[in-house]
């Protein structure tokens, strides 16, 4: 089995920081893509950041202002956020594309963490 915690999130004043973590276990051969969603009261799920392979794409409305990275030897991912505004406002999920030991491909999510930047 293969499971994916955050941790990180909380109350931060507009322009503050604030680095979500995001960490795989389990039974991991690797971990393919993680990224990380929010969601908004009365709004969709909606993509902030994701790195793959070589690769990261951000949505428009945080880049500059929003980092992704991981960390593979410890498989945790990170998304460090700096100068908040408070449209950030959300609850952030991680979500992980990683094949098992089983070679199975798990498409997981974390539980999700609140964000809250006020004004």
């Known amino acids: 089995q293969v499971q994916l915690v955050e941790s990180g999130g909380g109350l931060v004043q507009a322009g503050g920081s604030l680095r979500l973590s995001c960490a795989a276990s389990g039974n991991i051969f690797r971990i393919n893509a993680m990224g990380w969603y929010r969601q908004a009261p009365g709004k969709q799920r909606e993509l902030v950041a994701v790195q793959g392979g070589g690769w990261i794409n951000y949505a428009d409305s945080v880049k500059g202002r929003f980092t992704i990275s991981r960390d593979t030897a410890k498989n945790t991912g990170y998304l460090q956020m700096n100068s908040l505004k408070p449209e950030d406002t959300a609850v952030y999920y991680c979500?992980?594309?990683?094949?098992?030991?089983?070679?199975?491909?798990?498409?997981?999510w974390g539980q999700g963490t609140q964000v809250t930047v006020s004004s």
């Open positions: 979500n992980g594309k990683i094949r098992g030991t089983d070679f199975y491909e798990y498409d997981l």
